[in-house]
RNA sequence: GUGGCGGUAGCUCAGCUGGUAGAGCCCCGGGUUGUGGUCCCGGUGGUCGCGGGUUCGAAUCCCGUCCGCCACCCCA
């Protein structure tokens, strides 16, 4: 039969097969809902782009540029990378439509494949799925909270109570320079106090030396509570912004935790950053994070425009419902026809282009099976109603109901009132 | 990309120090139950991840490789 080895799905990829479906159906159907509620509508973009999307906007120094973008040459010779994250290609689509024409902030959503090549464990994949939201065109800090409090509410929504909400902010153009500069110093006086790894922090990416704070030797976190954090540098524009964002935030109901050493992966982020963590242990707890990106849209040729957002992972939102708990069902049947000896195949067929015609959900047997056999297909089905069609009649079975035996003719109008 | 652990039926796993494959669940059939999810009996189903090596003989030992899980890195 088969010649060769078994062909398998490629690494660090997953399907979602009919089982998983009700779950993941529910949170998609969810925050699409939510999405609508608050005025963000629906945008798709490729799954690919220009490889310089990416490498101008995440930074040539981040981890996703560095090692993680799928990035082939077309057969026209052109770079094109699958996207790592949902919000550069919302920008760029934001840019080549001219939606700066449109009445700001531009509110956009979408739900697809992203694509990072890095070892793949339990909730991190190579091909993941995200919902990205991003308000485009505004830099009010009530559009910084409304998207926060956006996916909490998916969160409370979903039945997810186990949760964490980290925020910070990393200031601006103006302030964060002077900042980093701070941090340089504190680093160069302090590094015998640091272990290797946060020296190499320290070289590479200061802003980062924070990461991963509790693994850290209790010395390093000693010695890492004195350095300066980004918050006592904010300049009183960001600072005002973010006193903002708390305030709605507290208005919204939506409890955080300040974390000033927070800070994500990518280039682009400015002012407010956040991130939700969830119930799952280990480096694969993020649920959702985000931030405002003031200084994105020039980068890729428009017009100066702020802009704040997030991507959140669907596979990791799905991991977390199963942890709470929480299971959804698969759709069911309304009429599942039996058939014993000698039943009029024909008018079985008929019965059920009526009845989806009718909007009925209906089915029958193809397998051969015997009675006993159909009729536990039927339960398994969960059918409300089983009609078992004989030669002559039908006998019609409904759970907490008596049998109705009814002629051919009228097992149409009995089954679907 | 680095290190550790692991891959046996669709799923969860057993298979002792090498002797040539098993259970439960699932699925199908029969019986029982008022012809429907229970219970009983039976049956289908396996390139032991893949390739090579050692051996009279490998699921079992060795090497390589692929995939998964865990940690690191980092993220969703």
């Known amino acids: 039969m088969s010649r060769g080895p078994r062909i398998e799905r490629p690494r660090g990829t997953h399907d979602v097969v009919p089982a998983d479906q009700p779950l993941w159906r529910r949170v998609v159907v969810e925050a699409e809902r939510l999405c609508a ?10 799954v690919f782009e220009e490889t310089a999307l990416f490498e ?12 993680e973008m799928y ?5 026209g010779g052109r770079s094109l990378t699958l996207r790592p994250e949902g919000t550069a290609p919302i920008c760029r689509a934001y840019v080549e439509h001219g939606m700066h024409r449109e009445p700001q902030p531009v509110k956009l959503y979408t739900v697809g494949p992203m694509y990072r090549y890095s070892a793949p464990q339990r909730g991190r994949f190579r091909e993941h799925w995200q919902l990205s939201v991003e308000a485009i065109g505004s830099d009010d800090p009530a559009v910084d909270a409304e998207v926060i409090q956006l996916y909490h509410a998916l969160l409370e929504r979903l039945g997810v109570s186990e949760f964490e909400l980290a925020l910070n902010s990393i200031g601006c153009r103006e302030c964060r320079p002077a900042y980093l500069e701070l941090l340089d110093e504190w680093l160069a006086v302090n590094l015998d106090r640091l272990d290797r790894p946060t020296r190499e922090k320290a070289a590479a990416n200061p802003l980062r030396v ?3 704070f509790d693994a850290k030797p209790a010395p390093v976190q000693a010695a890492l509570r004195e ?3 980004i918050g006592e540098s904010l300049c009183d524009a960001c600072s005002e912004h973010f006193d903002a964002v708390q305030r709605d935030l507290d208005a919204y109901g939506v409890s955080y935790e300040l974390v000033p050493t927070l800070v994500r ?4 982020y400015t002012r407010t950053t956040w991130e939700f963590a969830g119930p799952e242990k280990g480096a694969q707890s993020a649920l959702s994070g985000g931030g405002r990106y003031d200084g ?10 702020p802009g704040v957002g997030f991507g959140a992972g669907v596979e990791r939102l799905v991991l977390a419902l199963e942890h709470a708990k929480v299971s959804a069902s698969p759709p069911s049947v309304d009429v599942f026809f039996a058939l014993a000896a000698g039943a009029p195949h024909e008018r079985v067929v008929g019965w059920l282009r009526e009845l989806r015609a009718r909007g009925v959900a209906c089915d029958t047997d193809y397998a051969g099976r015997s009675l006993k056999g159909q009729l536990t297909h039927a339960a398994r089905l969960g059918a409300v109603a089983t009609v078992v069609v004989g030669p002559d009649g039908a006998s019609i079975r409904r759970a907490g109901r008596a049998d109705e035996d009814v002629l051919l003719d009228d097992v149409l109008e009995r089954v679907s009132p």
């Open 296 to 305: 994105l849209i020039e980068q890729i040729g428009g017009p100066s425009t």
């Open 56 to 67: 101008r906007t995440s930074g040539a120094g981040s981890d996703v540029v560095q090692k």
């Open 71 to 75: 990035t082939f040459q077309d057969r």
């Open 265 to 268: 992966g990518l280039d682009y």
């Open 227 to 229: 350095a300066p954090t």
């Open 210 to 212: 924070f990461d991963n």
């Open 37 to 46: 509620l608050s005025g963000y509508l629906p945008i798709a973009t490729p």
